[in-house]
């Protein structure tokens, strides 16, 4: 008889800005399979990276992440979406400005809906910000994988001046707040 090992994995879609920043800091989680960084939300099919910075889709950068769910459930994931940008700037963040850098999640269930909605109203009762949560729940419809150089961005392009100001400290603050939640190296 063999032993077998029996892994559930879920996908989680959302959009915190600069989808490169993102990306970075989902990889570092223990439990994350994958994370793909591409555009969803929006009107035109198949759009490019050109067509969504000109912000005439309606997509959003965002991440789809795959995770296994025996090491991290749906709501771990969104208190590391939260933690990895600020949700209450409307349309932007940083110096990125636009629809396409909006604060984002793509619900795949009614479950996921649910805790979506009331992590969010946590977090806004809490006042672990000192605004709103501006942050959109939509149900997610389809996602479009980036161009190829979108993909692992801050790993391939870690001496790049944007990684190295913008990617690198969001990165060691989200290493402190989940260090005990990260892959081993």
Known sequence: MTDTII??????????????????????????????????GGTIKNPSYKEVCMGITGHAEVVQVAYDTTKLNYADILKAFFESHDPTQLNRQGNDVGTQYRSVIYFHSLEQKKVAE?????LDASGAYSSKIVTEISP?????????YHQNYFNDNGEAS???????????????VFKGKLKEN
């Open 7 to 40: 892994t559930t994995i879920d996908t989680a879609t959302v959009g915190g800005g600069c989808f490169w920043c993102t990306e970075a800091q989902f990889q570092i989680l223990d439990g994350v399979i994958s994370v793909q960084s591409g555009y969803s």
């Open 140 to 148: 997610f419809s389809v996602f479009y994988k980036a161009e190829d």
């Open 162 to 176: 944007y990684c190295q100001f913008v990617i690198a400290p969001k990165l060691e603050k989200f290493k402190k």
């Open 118 to 122: 009331e992590i969010k109203a946590e």
